[in-house]
């Protein structure tokens, strides 16, 4: 049916739009288990125990079935390790034959040349394996002992099935930022596109974010790292921060949370992002009446999120309407302030912001799943003293949000 | 992979698009209506597109009935003097891959 036949107000950029929230999420993650098989130190859900109110298939299917009438182009799957769920296949199946592609986040260990196999036939499918550091030493002190060999083995296996372009998917770090050109080595080796994004102080990452997350000259090295390689690397959107050395990185360049974005966890509710599992940021349940889409419209923190944001300390910042004040969870979990600079702010206004914060106050994660029994680590942990004890602190990131599609996409265009 | 259409107004008469002809959505492009427009996702080449008003969804979702990409235009009322500009759109969202020209008619 036609529409009056205005023209286009020219003016209005798309993110603009985007800011104000959107009919549903572009980017959704759905973290579809607490459980892993690992206990990485820096894991944004405090992952590893299961947890009794999980999702169960049904529950899960109804979920897919709403996100299918409300046509999110796909979902960003993740955990925990979602492949160790007994109905992860199922699930997959179930999604994309319902037109909801998948991409999932995974450390690799179900990852069999079967399964490889299985996961290249469905064309809806994308796979990110996990891998925080280029050589074992540097990624098994964060992940694990034989996490390194377990992601090449699923590289392997992806290679070998054919599966079009799995992501090589890190986190940078302090101990691995110098090793980004052999990552995309190790991603070129395997038929893989490299996908880099950063390390948030959310779960027990707050835990670690202090001694891993990469320097002030790291994070000028990064930047340079991601303009001259552009587009063959995926961000996720994660480094918009870093936009205030000058030139915008590629993607939208904004916080998504609430707007474009936000997050399932394993028992159903909802929050803004998927690095901000807290109380703060938590919108609803899936459980509730109306399910996802009741939450995703009528959520009083997703309108509050939608609203014009105040850029505060930051607003009288040359560098604000690049970075816009940078990541809100990272904010938060360090305990500063939402409308001032993020913490790793380029113009170093975060480090002296964070140097005012009293210790011990910043927000504790909701929930922790950790688990319990001590991790099988071969050397020493690179913790804080915090709140839950050392050998607590370990399970991998959960997928953070893959914005791949975006990371190609100009706002500028088509125009009409 | 695709290459994302260009940012901005397309130069006029871009090659590979000619509004004169038959053109239909790619079979495995989505398309989601939203306030501003709609947006479009690619499931080949992962990418994702927008119409940036609903006139021009008016008219991609004319596309696929129409004899030309024209035809559509007119169909969904593009105002004359608006056409070259909705023309454009189409051809950068053709560039893009989002549009495939339907085979077998003129």
New interface residues.
Partial sequence: ???P????ASG?R?VD?FQRG???P?CLTWELTYACNLSCVHCLSSSGRRDPRELDTAEARSVIDELRRM?V??VNIGGGEPTVRPDFFELVSYATGS?V?VKFSTNGVRITPAAARRLAAD??V?VQVSLDGATPEVNDAVRGPGSYATAMRALGALAGAGLAEPKLSVVVTRHNAGQLDDFKRIADEHGARLRLTRLRPAGRGADVWDELHPTADQQRALYDWLLEHGEEVLTGDSFFHLSAYGRALPGLNLCGAGRVVCLIDPVGDVYACPFAIHDRFRAGSVRGPGGFAAVWRGSGLFAELRRPQDGGACSSCGAYDSCRGGCMAAKFFTGLPLDGPDPECVKGHGAAALAEVVPGSAPAPSCDHSHRTRPRRAGPVPVAIGRRPPEATAAPPAAPCDE???A????????? | ?Q????????PPGPSGFDPGRAWALHPRV?V??????A?L?H??T???????????L?VVRALGERPSARAACEH????AG?LP??E??L???AA?GMLVPRDGEP
Avoid at chain 2, 32 to 37: K, N
Wanted: overall charge negative; charged content about 20%; glycine content about 10%.
């Fill in positions: 049916m036609a529409q036949s205005e023209a286009p209005t798309l739009h959107l009919d549903a572009i046509q182009f796909y037109g592609g064309g809806y994308d791949s599609p975006l190609g996409f100009s706002p500028a265009a088509p125009e009409a | 992979m290459p994302a259409p260009a940012p901005g107004p397309a989505s989601r209506p939203e306030p501003f427009g947006l996702y499931f080949d992962r990418r994702l597109s927008f119409l940036k008003d609903r006139l021009l008016d969904a009322g593009v105002p608006l500009r909705y454009r759109a051809a950068a969202l893009g």
